[in-house]
């Protein structure tokens, strides 16, 4: 069942997201979008959801962070700004 939502929130919501963020110019052309989410929700499960969690050793802020925000820096295009990325 989690696998289920998982594998929803990542190839429908998320990537559908990227893929609009993607066509207004938020996201370089360059970017794969099935690659990037692949490869971020098959690492984030390894790292948020073990016995040994980050959630146990890092605060939340900090986790969003690295997280979300470091890794969409990565993709995004020159010209996108936002006041998280600040």
Do not use: P, W
């Not at 594998?7 to 052309?29: C, D, M, R, W």
């Not at 979008?33 to 692949?38: A, D, G, Y």
């Not at 490869?39 to 959630?55: A, S």
Request: proline share 0%; glycine share 2%.
């Amino acid at each position: 069942m989690f696998d289920d939502f998982v594998n929803h929130l990542a190839n429908n919501i998320v990537y559908n997201l990227l893929l609009h963020a993607q066509e207004t110019g938020s996201i370089k052309k360059e970017i794969n979008l099935n690659i990037f989410v692949k490869i971020y929700f098959y690492r984030i499960d390894n790292l948020v959801f073990k016995e040994d969690n980050l959630f146990k050793i890092y605060s939340e802020e900090e986790l969003f962070k690295h997280l979300v925000i470091y890794n969409l820096k990565g993709i995004i295009a020159k010209n996108y700004s936002n006041l998280y990325f600040e």
